[in-house]
């Protein structure tokens, strides 16, 4: 049957509405896709030229699997290498609004390699690490003990900081206990106004010593020990049942916290002696923190 010039007017019209609305419903996906922001993360190893990246991550992945983690102190994962945050010396953010498949062929290769400016030949490349990235820290008040649990947990990287000193200058290096004392004392200034080393602890089984650090506003106890030869897990669990037991009836300690610096790993098991030894009771409580 044949179709009237009327009706042929009119299909065509009614096909020519379909593919204008398809084709709109197209450039306003590519609309979409256009205007996505992509983020590239570069990591900075401690003790490795190499430069771990990874590309082309959405916003929600750049919080959860880098920012979120970095924050609280959690390794990332980078290409199946797991990277602790304290072998990592500096992060840098990156947006583009295109993916890194679009790159010019050396800039992948470079942003694993060159320090600096490695999207030069990049348009459109932006630079947010002052944007997203902070410095980890805990919410800290000052004068208040959970921030000696921050330089404790943080004491390790510190350490090693140190050693980096600009034209080979000299520096503290923790190399027994004596030193972690020092460096311990030094940190606690910065949050308490009262730091009182050395005082006298209550004798215990007809021995008097001295405490390592009172804190007499917070009525806490610090107490210092490093291991070595010769204090290992055993002998260091025992120094620490005579420490809760001497301090527990000292009159200006509510709260005792044991810190003990292990950079050799020679604690086999540190969360079990944390967990066994860190109590409270009553009004006097106990922290027993093992790092790194």
């Known amino acids: 049957m044949g179709v009237d010039s009327a009706t042929n007017v009119y299909v065509k019209k009614l096909v020519k509405e379909e ?18 922001l992509f983020y590239h993360v570069r990591f900075h190893i401690e003790n490795d030229s190499n430069i771990e990246t990874r590309f082309d991550l959405t ?13 609280n102190y959690q390794p990332v994962v980078v290409g199946g290498r797991t990277i602790g945050i304290d072998q990592i010396e500096r992060i840098e953010v990156f947006e583009t609004p295109y993916p890194s498949s679009q790159f010019e062929p050396m800039s992948k290769a470079l942003a694993r390699s060159v320090p600096h400016d490695c999207f030069s030949g990049e348009p459109d490349v932006r630079n947010i690490t002052d944007e997203v990235i902070t410095t980890p820290s805990f919410t800290v008040i000052p004068q208040k003990t959970d921030a000696i649990e921050l330089l404790c947990e943080r004491f390790d990287i510190v ?134």
């Open 159 to 292: 350490a090693k900081q140190l050693r980096k000193r600009r034209e080979q200058r000299p520096t503290l290096d923790v190399g027994d206990e004596y030193d972690v004392q020092d460096l311990m004392h030094a940190l606690l200034r910065i949050f308490f106004d009262d730091v009182r080393p050395e005082e006298w602890a209550p004798s215990y089984a007809g021995k008097s010593t001295r405490m390592d650090f009172l804190l007499p506003t917070e009525q806490a106890v610090i107490e210092v020990k490093k291991t070595r030869q010769g204090l290992g897990a055993k002998e260091l669990g025992t120094e620490l049942i005579e420490d809760i037991v001497r301090y527990k009836t000292h009159p200006s300690c509510k709260q005792l916290i044991c810190f003990v610096y292990d950079p050799e790993s020679r604690v086999a098991n540190p969360r079990g002696i944390e967990s066994d030894l860190s109590r409270s009771e009553g009004d006097f409580s106990v922290k027993v923190i093992i790092a790194p």
């Open 59 to 71: 916003r929600t992945e750049l919080d959860n699997r880098v920012l979120e983690r970095y924050r």
């Open 19 to 36: 593919l204008e609305r398809l084709g709109g419903a197209s450039n306003s996906s590519a609309d979409v896709r256009s205007g996505s």
